[in-house]
């Protein structure tokens, strides 16, 4: 399958910081990308979908001033959580699919927020 | 809206068969996924079935779908210790759609 890659793969941040997270295809060109949050043996939650050259679309409850989304390039998809709190802390993964084929998942990443 | 049901702990042992169920209530659903998920990873896309199919084989897995009971299980052959992880079945309307995902079935296999 298709490879996508996301880092870092785990951050620890101090509370107030902004942290990025980037995510890519390495192989296609991902014309959407998705970004989910996963807490500890829970599902994972879609918290926005972004199409290249585009403003992403976020999920409701989800604050687009606290999760900023870029998805500059059919290859690249970036998450900044800005002002980072530890209710923050959580496992995010990206996913990113090329038309209408099927979603990659990236290996996502463990952010710790202290 | 929609919602996707799974249940939370399945323990089998090496060798044995494990059937993971899921229940979903979006009926105009057409792609419904299986991923599993090892400690600290993402997810991996283990098999999808379309929702005109009744069954899918692939090498160990066996997915079956009732659509009328909106129903999908996953039956992993021969159970190895490396099947140990959390089982996520999925939803989505087309192939590219949002997902909607269950809770997960972490899976325990024993030697």
């Known amino acids: 399958g298709a490879v996508v890659s996301q880092h870092p793969s785990r951050v620890i941040c101090k509370s107030g910081t902004s942290v990025k997270i980037e995510c890519r295809s390495l192989d296609f060109q991902a014309t959407t990308m998705f970004w989910y949050r996963q807490f500890p043996k829970q599902s994972l939650m879609l918290m926005a979908t972004?199409?290249?050259?585009?403003?992403?679309?976020?999920e409701q409850g989800v604050e687009k001033d606290k999760f900023l989304i870029n998805h500059a390039s059919l290859t690249l998809s970036t998450l900044t959580v800005t002002s980072a709190h530890p209710e923050d802390s959580s496992f995010y993964i990206c996913?990113?699919?090329?038309?209408?084929?099927?979603?990659?998942f990236g290996q996502g990443t463990r952010l710790t927020v202290v | 809206g929609e919602d996707v049901e799974q249940s939370l702990f399945l323990s089998v042992r090496e060798g044995d068969s494990s059937v993971i169920n899921c229940t979903y209530t979006?009926?105009?659903?057409?792609?419904l996924y299986w991923y599993k998920q090892e400690p600290g990873a993402g997810l991996q896309l283990l098999t999808y079935?379309?929702?005109?199919?009744d069954m899918k084989q692939d090498q160990r897995l066996t997915v079956l779908l009732n659509k009328k009971d909106k129903h999908l299980s996953l039956r992993i052959a021969d159970t190895q210790t490396g099947d140990s992880a959390i089982y996520f079945c999925a939803e989505s309307q087309g192939q590219g759609g949002k997902l909607i995902f269950g809770q997960g079935t972490e899976l325990s296999v024993k030697p």
């Open positions: 972004s199409n290249e050259g585009s403003k992403a679309t976020y």
């Open positions: 079935i379309f929702s005109n199919m």
């Open positions: 996913s990113a699919r090329g038309g209408d084929k099927e979603a990659f």
């Open positions: 979006d009926s105009s659903s057409t792609y």
